[in-house]
Every structure is written in structure tokens, then in C-alpha cells.
């Protein structure tokens, strides 16, 4: 298990004299600009310490140290606003604003949220965890400024790869159509955007965000205002410089005044910069090259790896690995997906940027020819998958849960609709642990649930998983397998495990008075509580089609009904067993466990469980109660049956 140090272990941590002193950015203001490097090099080791106790998102934050001290150190945060997209590079901003001594909580119950925050702290000026949002949020902010008649700068930090996604054109090119005060920030990491850097372009960054170019530009523009014909053809001779020794002129023709490349790792050259920008009227954007895992070889030689890492060993970079329980069910996945493909040419996999994280790696070296990584695009992603399907190949889409959220329209109208043969691998349906509310799949059964033509499958153990992927993939026509974060109960995996009867659940234990109807990852604890009370439990395995013939067989001969899941209780799939009992005319009492009508903070998995009663002893206080209550209502009317009253919760 990791090691999960006393809240106040801060103070254990390394003394470093110049960080120990910031505890908001004003301090971190009032020192001279020669200091900065050891700043940054103070933070830099800070954070490799803590993160190497708590886990977390390790080579990010590592790029963007000297960034993070150079935009608190030149703008007044918190008036000037910061938006950091998606968050993972984050940590070094909290660092900075007043969680210093906490940071060693990361990630644990109560303590320091590993994504930006608005309730935590007033420089976490927007709520992240899914990219592509900071510009469109910074945008809001800017236009609210403007409307307020405040004089602040409003700052977007977003990666290449987060610049991909369609909704941050679409604020790009709103920004671009409008008369206002925004900085962009691209935090280049991994070259996929990048001329070479060097002396040549940090000086020609320099010197276009500086007071004489931007004078002559403006200048210009003014002096030539009547003449529309030369002034045409001064801002084509413009261009055409520009273009000789710099990246694309994307982002001037989006209405942004293009600066940079510029080192990210330079401070003395990226705070000349910052302080150009800073003076500037109007829409800019700055495009800074860093190095994710600066500072730290393992991180820098291996930035996939220590993107999320366990604990690890501080001085060898070594990750801290707990006792293996089997595979992960993303590994269930992977395994099943290059067998699938072996059998089947026809077998296409698509990811939206999530080839790791998906289980998709062994699959993209095997057959690289059927597997595409569309970046992070889930719209896209799904959409891409209808196309194939449509021209007879069979397309498996592997995607987290709370990102399918994205590309909701385009499971609805674009795959469902036309009832293709598209197979959803759904990831981290239910609770995620760490990562928190912005990541858990709280919904995916709820959104999904009344989409006509979709089946949806929901598996208990990892060979069942197994089954359901090949259940699924055979059926021809839109079908998710929605499965968690995580390893499972330990079951041997067949590969040569038929498909599953469409619709059809089973009944794991016979008992008396309660049915638990359990779905996916919620059937082994409700099997403890069954053992318990000597109740009847069933893996209901589909969550649509419902094994209605079931249903109505357990709602006859029990005293209540007992629906657990680790989703959304509203919607979610006690709601279709309540459906199916009232369509069909059964009253009987029906008591719906699952995730509560709020957001579950981060903590560990079981921590989660168990602070919304899904876990055995949760699950077997709720019955209990409900049998009380059940008790004293048999006891004002013993003339009613029990199993005939009102249809309750």
C-alpha cells in the first residue's frame, strides 16, 4: 500500500531557504530577479520529494517551473488571472500560492486536490481535470472584466497536445473576432509544433513583443488607415517575414499577435518576454518550448511513465509498485483486443489520446495500420468510428468514461441513430480514487441508459469482462462494455469464454426476503451483504437490455428489492428496475444504492466506497434499515403483504 504520510509531514521534508519564504506570490515578487534560478531549482526538488511520497502527475509540473515562477513573479496574480488547461501541470503554481506545507497530502483525502480548484484556493481561478477549456474560460473572464471596466491581464496555459482539441480553436477564433485583453500561453512539450530554438529565436521573440516593434506595427496601421491599397501590401510583407523564420501564421490569421518560440527553461529570457507581453494591447500568444521532466533524468528520458507515477524513490527514480492482484481491467482489455484483432481484420481501434491509459499500447505495435490515436478529440473520435463502420469494417473505441461525456451528440446521432456496429470500451466507469470528481464515471450508465439501439454491458469480474468485450464486439450494432478503474476480484480469465445471451442475468445466490440486483463492479460486495443476511443476489450483467423475466421473478417471491451500483443513482440502472416493475404493474419495495446526488471528492477508492455506503458494511447497514422500516410498516397492517406495498426508496 503507498506510504500516506501525516498531514503537517511538510515539515520533515528538506530545508530550502528562498521557497521556505514564499508563502503567497507577493513574496515571491519581492525578490531580486537573480534569485529566480535557485527558486526554481528549490521548487523543482520540492516537488520531486512530495510527489515521490504521494504519487501523482510528476513530469508536467517538472516543464513548467520556471514558467509558473515567471507568470506569478511578472503579473499581479490573483487580480491577473492564471487558467491552467487541464491541470496536471498545476502542482508548482499551488506550491507557489499558500499549499506549500500541504502538498504531501496530495491527492489523499482532505487534503490538496491534484487538479486546480476554485474552493481551495482564490488563485485556482477555474476547475479542471479535461482539456482544451482554459482558453474559452479565460475568454469569459476577460470579457467580464471588460464589462466591469477592470483594468486585468487574463492568461490561458495550454499544452500542444490540449491545442488540438476542437473547442480551443473555437475560443480561439471567438477571441480573435473581438476587441480584447487575453494572453494564450502554448506550452510546447513535445515538439509537435516547434521550428528549432535558440539564440536567433529567443532574440526575434524578444524584439516582436517588445515596445519599438509593437509601436511601428500599430503605427503603421494608423498612418495607413486611408490608404487601404498600401497598407495591404505592408501587412503582406509583414506576413511574409514573419513566415520566413517562424511557425505558422495560424495564429495571426486567428486575430492573435503571434510571439516566440522561446525557451521555457531560459527565466532571464522568458521574464524579458513576459514583461513585453505583459505591456501589450489586445489578443497575444506566446509559445513557449519546454522539456517535460526538466530537471529529473527518469522523468526526462521516460515522460510517459512519470506523466502519473506511484511512489517512487526520490534519488533512482525507482516507482514504488503494491502487491499485484491480477490485471487491471484495462489490461482485460488490451489482452482481448489483440486476440480480437488476430481473428478479425475487420477490427479497427481508435483512442482519443489515451493509447496508455486505454490499454492500447500492444495493440498500436501489433497493428499499427488499424490503430489510430486521434489526440485529444473525443467527438472526433467517435464520429471516426461511424465513418468506418459504415463502410462494413467494426470499429472498438476505447475511452474513459467521463471523457465519452464529451462526445455525447456523437454517440446519439452520429453511431446510435444509425444503429452501426461501433463497440465501446468504456474505462474508469464509477469512482476513480485520486483523481477525484473531475475524473470519476459517475454518469456514463445514466447519459447512456435511454439511447435507443445502444446495449449496455456492465461486468463483475475480469473474465466476465472478458466476455463482455466479445459479447459486445460480436453484436452487430451500437454496444458499450462500461467496466472500472483498477484491478478486480481475482478471477482466472478464459480466453476461449463464449459471448454472453443478450439481456440475460444470473442468479449467484438464492435466499430470502431481500434481492440484491447487483451491476458490474458492485456484485462481490453484494454478495458479502447476501452471505450476510442470507438474501438472494444476481449479477444482472446488462444494464439495457434489463433481464426483465428476472425481475419479476425475484419481485414475486421477495419481501424488497435491492439495486446497487457504483453510478449516479439518478438514472442510473436502479432507475430502469424501477421502470420495469412499474410498467409491469409489480409494486413491491425498492431500495436504490449508489453514488449520491453530489461530487465525490478525491481519496482513495475504498475511502470513496465507503463515504457514500458502497462498500459491504455500507451496503449491509442500508438493507438493514430498510428491513426496519419494512418491519414497522407490516406491523400497522398485517392484512397487506409485504411485497405488495407502495413502491418506495
Not at 531549482?41 to 520540492?46: A, H
Not at 520529494?49 to 515562477?69: F, K, N, P, R
Not at 498612418?223 to 511574409?240: C, S
Not at 514504488?320 to 479497427?348: H, N
Request: glycine letters at 12%.
Amino acid at each position: 500500500m503507498p506510504h500516506r504520510p501525516h498531514s503537517d509531514s511538510g515539515a520533515s521534508l528538506h530545508r530550502r531557504p528562498l521557497l521556505d519564504g514564499i508563502d503567497d506570490p507577493a513574496e515571491l515578487r519581492a525578490l531580486s530577479q537573480n534569485q529566480l534560478p535557485e527558486v526554481a531549482s528549490e521548487l523543482r526538488s520540492f516537488l520531486i520529494e512530495c510527489v515521490s511520497q504521494t504519487g501523482g502527475h510528476l513530469a508536467a509540473g517538472l516543464g513548467v517551473v520556471e514558467l509558473t515562477i515567471g507568470l506569478h513573479y511578472i503579473f499581479d496574480t490573483p487580480y491577473d488571472r492564471i487558467v491552467w488547461d487541464v491541470g496536471h501541470q498545476a502542482y508548482p503554481h499551488k506550491i507557489l500560492t499558500g499549499r506549500r506545507d500541504r502538498m504531501c497530502t496530495l491527492r489523499q483525502k482532505h487534503g490538496v486536490s491534484g487538479f486546480p480548484k476554485r474552493s481551495e484556493s482564490e488563485y485556482d481561478t477555474f476547475g479542471v481535470g479535461h482539456s482544451s477549456t482554459s482558453i474559452g474560460a479565460a475568454l469569459g473572464m476577460a470579457l467580464a472584466a471588460q464589462q466591469r471596466g477592470e483594468r486585468r491581464t487574463v492568461i490561458a496555459v495550454i499544452g500542444d497536445g490540449a491545442l488540438g482539441a476542437g473547442m480551443a480553436f473555437e475560443a480561439l477564433n471567438h477571441a480573435g473576432s473581438m476587441d480584447i485583453d487575453l494572453v494564450v500561453i502554448l506550452n510546447d512539450n513535445e515538439m509537435s509544433i516547434s521550428p528549432p530554438v535558440g539564440a536567433i529565436s529567443n532574440h526575434l521573440a524578444r524584439l516582436l513583443s517588445g515596445k519599438i516593434y509593437t509601436t511601428m506595427r500599430e503605427g503603421s496601421k494608423t498612418a495607413l488607415r486611408g490608404m487601404p491599397n498600401l497598407r495591404h501590401l505592408v501587412g503582406r510583407w509583414e506576413e511574409h517575414m514573419k513566415g520566413m523564420v517562424m511557425p505558422s501564421t495560424l495564429f495571426e490569421e486567428l486575430g492573435f499577435n503571434y510571439i516566440g518560440p522561446v525557451d521555457g527553461h531560459d527565466i532571464d529570457g522568458l521574464l524579458r518576454t513576459l514583461r513585453n507581453i505583459k505591456d501589450m494591447p489586445g489578443q497575444r500568444l506566446l509559445h513557449v518550448v519546454t522539456k517535460k521532466g526538466r530537471g529529473f533524468e527518469p522523468a526526462e528520458g521516460q515522460p510517459v511513465t512519470y506523466h502519473g507515477v506511484t511512489p517512487f524513490d526520490r534519488h533512482t527514480g525507482e516507482l514504488r509498485k503494491g502487491k499485484s492482484k491480477g490485471p487491471s481491467y484495462t489490461q482485460v482489455f488490451g489482452g482481448w483486443l489483440c486476440d480480437a484483432a488476430a481473428e478479425d481484420d475487420r477490427l479497427i481501434g481508435i483512442t482519443p489520446a489515451m493509447c496508455e491509459g486505454s490499454g492500447l499500447t500492444a495493440f498500436s505495435k501489433r497493428f499499427p495500420d488499424r490503430f489510430f490515436d486521434v489526440g485529444i478529440a473525443e467527438q472526433h473520435a467517435v464520429t471516426l468510428a461511424a465513418g468506418i463502420a459504415c463502410e462494413g469494417l467494426k470499429p472498438v473505441v476505447a475511452i474513459y468514461s467521463s471523457f465519452l461525456q464529451r462526445a455525447y451528440d456523437q454517440l446519439i446521432h452520429d453511431v446510435a441513430l444509425q444503429n452501426l456496429d461501433v463497440t465501446l470500451a468504456v474505462d474508469r466507469g464509477g469512482l476513480v480514487g485520486a483523481d477525484g470528481a473531475t475524473h470519476a464515471g459517475s454518469f456514463d450508465l445514466s447519459f447512456s441508459r435511454p439511447i435507443p439501439n445502444l446495449v449496455i454491458l456492465a461486468p463483475s469480474n475480469e473474465n466476465e469482462c472478458r466476455q463482455m468485450l466479445k459479447t459486445a464486439y460480436e453484436h452487430p450494432g451500437p454496444a458499450m462494455v462500461r467496466y472500472p478503474r483498477g484491478t478486480g476480484p481475482g478471477v482466472q480469465i478464459d480466453p476461449h469464454a463464449p459471448a454472453l445471451p443478450i439481456g440475460k442475468g444470473e442468479l449467484l445466490r438464492q435466499g430470502r426476503r431481500v434481492a440484491l440486483l447487483a451491476f458490474g463492479s458492485m456484485v462481490p460486495p453484494a454478495l458479502k451483504v447476501g452471505e450476510e443476511l442470507d438474501a438472494t443476489v444476481a449479477n444482472m450483467r446488462f444494464v439495457k437490455p434489463l433481464d426483465e423475466a428476472l425481475i419479476k421473478e425475484l419481485a414475486l417471491t421477495h419481501e424488497v428489492l435491492v439495486t446497487v451500483e457504483e453510478n449516479a443513482i439518478a438514472g442510473g440502472a436502479g432507475s430502469a428496475v424501477a421502470e420495469t416493475l412499474a410498467t409491469q404493474g409489480i409494486a413491491i419495495r425498492c431500495l436504490h444504492l449508489g453514488l449520491p446526488d453530489r461530487y465525490i471528492d478525491h481519496a482513495e477508492h475504498a475511502e470513496q466506497l465507503a463515504a457514500v455506503g458502497l462498500d459491504p458494511a455500507g451496503i449491509l447497514a442500508s438493507v438493514r434499515a430498510e428491513l426496519g422500516r419494512l418491519g414497522e410498516s407490516s406491523g400497522a397492517d398485517d392484512a397487506e403483504p409485504t411485497h405488495r406495498q407502495s413502491l418506495g426508496v
